[in-house]
C-alpha cells in the first residue's frame, strides 16, 4: 500500500480519473452530486501527494526531504581561463538517487497542493456546474 501512496502517476491519474468520470456520470442531470462529491476525493489525493516524503521516508520525512549537504568524491580541480577554481565532483549512483527522489518529493508537493485547491472548489460549488 505504501507504494501506491508514493507512485505520482497513479494518483494523479487516478485523481484526474475519478473527478472525470463523475462529471460524465452527472453530465445532463440537474444536480451534479457525484462531480461534487469527486472533489473530496481529489483532496484526499492530493494530500497523500503532498506528504509523500512522510510515506517514503516515514518520521524522517517530517517537514519535507532534507536536502543537507553530502561527501562526494572529488575527481579533480583546475584554474580557468578567469582565475577561478573549478572542482570536478563524482557522485554515487546513491546521491543521484537520493537527489532524484527529493526532486519527486518536491513534484508530489506542487500537483497535492493543485490537487487540494481544485477538489476544494468542485467539492463547495460542484453542484452548481448544473445551473452554468
Known amino acids: 500500500m505504501n507504494r501506491v501512496f508514493r507512485n505520482i502517476p497513479t494518483l494523479t491519474i487516478l485523481g484526474i480519473g475519478i473527478a472525470s468520470v463523475s462529471l460524465y456520470a452527472d453530465w445532463g ?3 451534479y452530486v457525484w462531480f461534487q462529491r469527486s472533489g ?3 483532496v484526499l489525493i492530493g494530500a497523500i501527494l503532498s506528504y509523500r516524503s512522510i510515506f517514503r521516508l516515514g518520521v524522517k520525512g517530517v517537514g519535507g526531504t532534507p536536502t543537507g549537504a553530502r561527501i562526494s568524491k572529488v575527481k579533480g580541480s583546475y ?4 582565475g577561478r577554481q573549478i572542482v570536478q565532483v563524482e557522485h554515487s549512483p546513491e546521491d543521484i538517487e537520493y537527489d532524484r527522489q527529493v526532486f519527486m518529493d518536491k513534484l508530489a508537493g506542487y500537483i497535492g497542493a493543485i490537487f487540494a485547491i481544485f477538489g ?3 467539492w463547495g460549488y460542484g453542484d452548481l456546474v448544473a445551473k452554468i
Open 79 to 82: 584554474t580557468d581561463e578567469n
Open 40 to 42: 473530496s476525493l481529489l
Open 120 to 122: 476544494t472548489i468542485i
Open 29 to 31: 442531470n440537474e444536480t
